[in-house]
């Protein structure tokens, strides 16, 4: 079932359940999307987005793995789609907005674009739920100009993602302090927790990770009151063949999720019974 923008909000005016976004970084064969998209459902036991790119067009190196492509890649997409998954997937240029829409329920800008004009408008014109990756060189408080440019179009329809912020080089920090800010803006916020924890380029030609502070960084952005979680998941990360670093195993979702859900519990309900406690999402 096609997930609806109404689930990053609220419903009635009461919080919504946290949001999981999860997948691979990228498609790497439609057996490997099929497996994870149904290990993932199991290991949650219920809905989620599954999230994979068709391409990966930053990659550090021009040697490094990059996908399937767009024809190819929204043909597999369309695979888990008619299986009743939610689909996001990014885009990287206008032109994509259009074919990719057609499959995905959500069209991803990634970080390093998040401030492309042509792209933010075309995605917007889709009419779908654009999901916009705060770029790591951009302030809390100034990524809501990339979603009113999204909003010009007349589609209101947007989250935005928090990955981190440059800190130094080869590595990146979280300002909690920033989800609430974006979230003061008037969208829905989503944290990536596996970017988060990336090295980027810290491996040479490729990117390094973390992966030990994925579940210590989401538990803080839920404690905070997000409305989704973001995290790449991957059944072996030693062999992904883009940003296993930094990837969650598979076999360790089942209960990151429920210890995220349990805290997601928590704080939605002391909204209103403790002074001083942010609104819930």
Same mark, same amino acid.
């Given at each position: 079932?096609?997930? *609806?923008?109404?689930? !990053? ?40 987005? !599954? ?20 024809? *190819? ?24 907005? *259009? ?48 979603? *009113? ?49 990336? +090295? ?47 990837? +969650? ?27 001083? +406690?942010?609104?819930?999402?």
């Amino acid at each position: 079932m096609a997930i *609806e923008f109404s689930a !990053f909000g609220r419903a009635q005016g009461a919080p919504r359940p946290l949001v999981l976004i999860a997948g691979p970084c990228v498609i790497e064969s439609e057996e490997h999307v099929h497996r994870m998209a149904r290990g993932i459902r199991d290991a949650v036991g219920g809905g989620f987005v !599954f999230k994979a790119s068709f391409d990966k067009a930053n990659r550090t190196s021009l040697d490094a793995y990059r996908g399937p492509g767009l024809v *190819e890649g929204l043909r597999i997409l369309a695979g888990l789609k008619a299986e009743g998954f939610s689909i996001l997937t990014d885009i990287h240029e206008a032109a994509q907005a *259009e074919p990719v829409a057609a499959v995905a329920d959500i069209l991803q800008i990634p970080a390093f674009l998040c401030r492309q004009t042509d792209l933010l408008l075309a995605a917007g014109r889709t009419g779908r739920i654009v999901n916009i990756k705060k770029g790591q060189f951009v302030a809390p408080h100034d990524i809501h100009r990339a979603a *009113e440019k999204v909003a010009s179009t007349g589609n209101s329809q947007v989250v935005i993602t928090e990955r981190g912020s440059s800190f130094g080089y080869n590595n990146l920090v979280v300002d909690m302090r920033g989800l609430e800010i974006m979230r003061d803006a008037g969208w829905p916020v989503v944290f990536d927790a596996t970017h988060s924890v990336q +090295l980027p380029s810290g491996a040479g030609a490729v990117s390094g990770g973390q992966p030990q502070f994925i579940e210590p960084l989401a538990r803080a952005a839920v404690a905070v009151g997000v409305s989704g979680i973001f995290v790449e998941v991957h059944d072996a990360p030693e062999k992904a063949l883009s940003d296993g670093p930094n990837a +969650l195993r598979l076999d360790l979702l089942p209960q990151f999720w429920r210890r995220l859900q349990a805290i997601d519990g928590l704080v939605k309900s002391l909204v209103g019974q403790v002074p001083g +406690l942010p609104t819930a999402p």
